[in-house]
């Protein structure tokens, strides 16, 4: 199963008929030493084929320009690198991904392993043809881009919320959540982080008549989503992007959401925009937010976040 830009991975075992990656000691952040490792999480990228390309207010190739010479002066100390959905700016073009990849060049020929979700902005089978080495030999699920990626503290489950191209909402679908399952009770002791684009969003009548449930945002089967993770205690947390809003938040059972910031694409000026720098351990995560706007009262504020 390929679900990464960059091989330094071992493939040790399978799990429902896919290969499942182990990090590698080849990595530029891994230490056998080591109590902890880093992420970088960035999200919401929206990459247009035109570099100029402006939205609201903002050239999006250059935000990312920005945050990739960022990250990369960190490469000695990552293990991996996320971009969570919404790679390209609207309907997933091949010129979009193209665009996408020369951007992220830095950081491929540092050597970094860099982990991809799909969005509603996204578009498999032109993705595929950009990043052909995101593409599984053979892969779990026929028609998501999924897969497990284990690392030394914790397994990172890389999940498919693409539900249409260009529609707000997101599903994770009976196949997907069957084959989440699978995961979790195969590895029951190990924390684990679950990562998508769309976020979870229990139906709400006084908001949105239950008839017409597919005008929500978020996740369209969230109720069975957090349902199954509930039973599951080894799932930590769920990381996200989607609503282009900064924050975190936990429930009484300890799980935590982790809505990553926009990186590239600015909805709301009040908001940060930039990346992630995640640090985890056996007992939890570390969030400490990356502001391109180093003024933003946001920036640099850590988290530390206890598994339950």
């Known amino acids: 199963m390929s679900v990464h830009l960059n091989s330094a991975v071992s ?38 084929k035109d570099s ?11 935000n990312l320009k920005q945050v990739v010479a960022e990250v990369l002066t960190e490469k000695d100390n990552l293990t991996g690198i996320l971009i969570d959905g919404d790679c390209a700016f609207n309907v997933g073009l091949r010129a979009d991904y193209d665009q996408l990849a020369e951007i992220i060049k830095p950081l491929i020929d540092a050597k970094l392993p860099i982990h991809m979700t799909l969005g509603n902005h996204d ?29 030394k503290f914790a397994n990172f489950v890389f999940l498919d919320s693409l539900r249409f191209v260009n529609k707000v909402e997101g599903e994770f679908g ?47 089967d969230s109720e069975l989503f957090l349902e199954l993770i509930a039973k599951r205690p080894q799932a930590k947390a769920c990381v996200h992007g989607h609503s282009h809003t900064w924050g975190i938040k936990s429930d009484e059972a300890g799980f935590h959401q982790i809505n990553l910031p926009p990186t590239s694409y600015v909805f709301d000026g009040k908001q940060p925009n930039g990346w992630v720098k995640a640090t985890i351990s056996a007992d939890g995560i570390l969030t400490e937010l990356r502001a391109i706007d180093t003024s933003h009262s946001a920036h640099g504020v850590k988290r530390e976040l206890a598994w339950r």
């Open 11 to 48: 493939r040790r075992r399978f799990l429902g008929g896919a290969a499942v990656l182990s990090l590698s000691p080849a990595l530029p952040g891994f230490s056998a030493e080591a109590k902890s490792e880093t992420w970088a999480f960035l999200a919401d990228t929206h990459i247009d």
């Open 52 to 62: 100029a390309f402006v939205a609201r207010g903002t050239n999006i190739a250059d």
């Open 123 to 151: 578009d498999r089978g032109p993705f595929y043809e950009a990043f052909s080495e995101m593409k599984a030999e053979n892969p779990a699920l026929e028609s998501k881009h999924v897969g497990l990626v284990e690392s």
């Open 174 to 220: 009976e196949e997907q959540l069957t084959w989440l399952a699978e995961v979790l009770d195969t590895n029951p002791d190990k924390p684990t982080i679950l990562i998508g684009h769309h976020y979870p969003q229990v139906f709400r009548d006084d908001i949105i008549p239950s008839a017409k449930p597919y005008k929500l945002s978020g996740l369209i």
